[in-house]
């Protein structure tokens, strides 16, 4: 298991990221902490200078595991079952950009909120379009990987659970594609959150950590010591990526007490 820290670009609208703002401070801080890569939550790649992210990277040794997408529907509306046939275009175009610098950096390209929410519809129509995007964006691309991560009710009603993300993916039925569990939606939605793990089993690719209360590992009553020993005994080789409020005393110290009870936790487990 490797750590990785969420950082975003300046024109972030979404409050649980370290760093929100300056990439290239919170790239080279996530360094100095001691974090072994980033995740980038980015609204408009065409914004950003990845030329200049690339060298950074390649300087600081420091890799890029996963693109956020959550921004464009938060920021700009955008969304992959946008019931608008225009708007859900224009989104599926964002999101391929996402997935071209994806590609780049061998990283994840999320699916979390860009999907959208259901507005009303059924969820078996809006599954149906996210599955008509979902193809278009894999025959579009060559080979970068997609997890869809589930998210608690509050933030949309179309995929909540680990086993309804695991429907869609055997639908699409892509290697290309898998899971990104996040611990604080897990906490909210799961009946039992390592078995859920369980049963995502191998397509589990990606990993998000945030205390039950959003603030860093260890700052919450959530219990990370089963899960980590339920992701030790799948075999979980991935990174596990903090994506915590600026909680406690600001992000800096949130994503360093992050650190240290990640890093506490693995040892612990051997
Ligand atoms: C994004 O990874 C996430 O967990 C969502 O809560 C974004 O709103
Ligand atoms: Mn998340």
């Not at 703002?21 to 001691?34: V, Y």
């Not at 938060?74 to 999101?95: F, W, Y």
């Not at 959208?116 to 970068?144: A, H, P, W």
């Amino acid at each position: 298991m490797k750590l990785s820290l969420v950082i975003s670009t300046s024109d972030a609208a979404f409050d649980a990221l370290a760093f929100k703002g300056d990439l290239k401070k919170g790239m080279e801080l996530a360094k100095k902490i001691g974090y072994q890569a980033v995740e980038i939550a980015v609204r408009d790649p065409s914004v950003v200078d990845w030329g200049e992210v690339a060298r950074l990277s390649k300087d600081l040794e420091l890799p890029i595991c996963a693109i956020g997408t959550g921004q464009a529907f938060l920021a700009d509306g955008l969304s992959l079952t946008h019931p608008d046939d225009k708007v859900r275009k224009k989104s599926i175009e964002r999101v391929k950009k996402h997935a071209e610098v994806a590609e780049l950096f061998e990283a994840f390209v999320i699916i979390g909120l860009v999907r959208g929410k259901r507005d009303g519809r059924s969820y078996r129509e809006v599954e149906k379009i996210f599955l008509e995007s979902m193809d278009s964006l894999l025959k579009n691309t060559q080979k970068v990987r997609f997890v869809i991560e589930p998210l608690n009710r509050y933030e949309t009603d179309f995929i909540n659970t680990v086993e309804e993300a695991l429907r869609v993916i055997e639908k699409i039925n892509s290697d290309r594609v898998g899971i990104l569990a996040d611990t604080f939606h897990m906490n909210i939605e799961e009946v039992n959150v390592s078995e859920s793990l369980k049963v995502a089993g191998k397509k589990l690719y990606h990993f998000h950590v945030a205390d039950s209360n959003r603030w860093a590992p260890g700052c919450g009553h959530f219990d990370f010591l089963s899960t980590f020993r339920t992701l030790k005994e799948l075999g979980y080789d991935g990174y596990v990526s903090v994506e915590c409020l600026p909680l406690p005393e600001g992000m800096e110290r949130a994503a360093k007490i992050a650190l240290r009870v990640l890093k506490e936790l693995i040892v612990n487990l051997r």
